[in-house]
């Protein structure tokens, strides 16, 4: 499976825009990378995921390199609700059907400073 | 739409008992997980069903943990006998089926102390 380096916290001010890491630099084509978080307490929530192009939502942005190799998870204005681990996660798909693995790592703890 | 259903919230047991978990997924979703999640560490895959059929059961521990889904819909994780090391949030996820279900969904878990 595809792993993913992540740091293992950040900080950032409240009203400024996070940007988390991910490398995942032995992606394969056909795989997708996935971001999803857990405030404390409560289950992961997606965000946001891609291929190849850069990614917008509501929630956020994702900035995919070239070679696929890494990306970036773009909160363009942190708010304290925002504080949480975040994860990076590369799916792999199971081999002759269209179901998927997702792999947990242990992810990014941001936290939002007033 | 109403989200993942977990019960009970929060579990105390005794080392060598056996507890289980409920889940009952978002309405219409063909995909289950079950994933344990240690403190301090991300959610590991337990177990995955494609309605009544197991996708992938590797990372389960079979001596000990028993999952099923018998009408495709709702599902139970079961634990028999518990360790000290089974401690963790037990999370339930569902998913919609096809290529247009790109999210999981997850419950807010099922938290076990064995003491």
């Known amino acids: 499976d595809a792993k993913t380096t992540q740091p293992t916290s950040m900080d950032c001010a409240e009203g400024r825009a996070a940007n988390l890491p991910c490398n995942h630099s032995t992606i394969s084509g056909n795989e997708y990378v996935y971001w999803y978080r857990q405030i404390h307490s409560q289950g992961p929530q997606y965000i946001i995921h891609g291929l190849k192009n850069n990614e917008t939502n509501e929630m956020a942005s994702l900035i995919i390199t070239e070679d696929r190799k890494s990306s970036t998870l773009i909160l363009p204005h942190a708010t304290l609700r925002d504080t949480a681990v975040y994860y990076c996660?590369?799916?792999?798909?199971?081999?002759?059907?269209?179901?998927?693995?997702?792999?947990f790592g242990k992810g990014t703890l941001l936290t939002v400073n007033p | 739409e109403a989200g993942v259903a977990q019960s009970p919230r929060y579990k105390i047991i005794e080392k060598r008992q056996s507890v289980a978990f409920w889940c009952n997924p978002i309405?219409?979703?063909?995909?289950l997980y079950w994933y344990q999640q240690i403190l301090g560490q991300g959610p590991k895959l337990l177990i995955q069903?494609?309605?009544?059929?197991?996708?992938?059961d590797s990372q389960l521990p079979k001596d000990r943990f028993s999952a099923e889904r018998l009408k495709g819909v709702d599902s139970t994780l079961k634990i028999q006998p518990a360790k000290l090391e089974d401690s963790a949030v037990y999370l339930c996820?569902?998913?919609?089926?096809?290529?247009?279900?790109?999210?999981?969904?997850f419950g807010s878990g099922t938290q076990l102390s064995v003491l």
């Open positions: 996660i590369v799916r792999v798909p199971y081999s002759g059907g269209s179901n998927y693995k997702l792999t």
């Open positions: 069903f494609q309605n009544n059929g197991v996708v992938d």
């Open positions: 996820a569902s998913r919609a089926w096809g290529s247009l279900a790109e999210k999981l969904f």
């Open positions: 309405s219409g979703h063909a995909t």
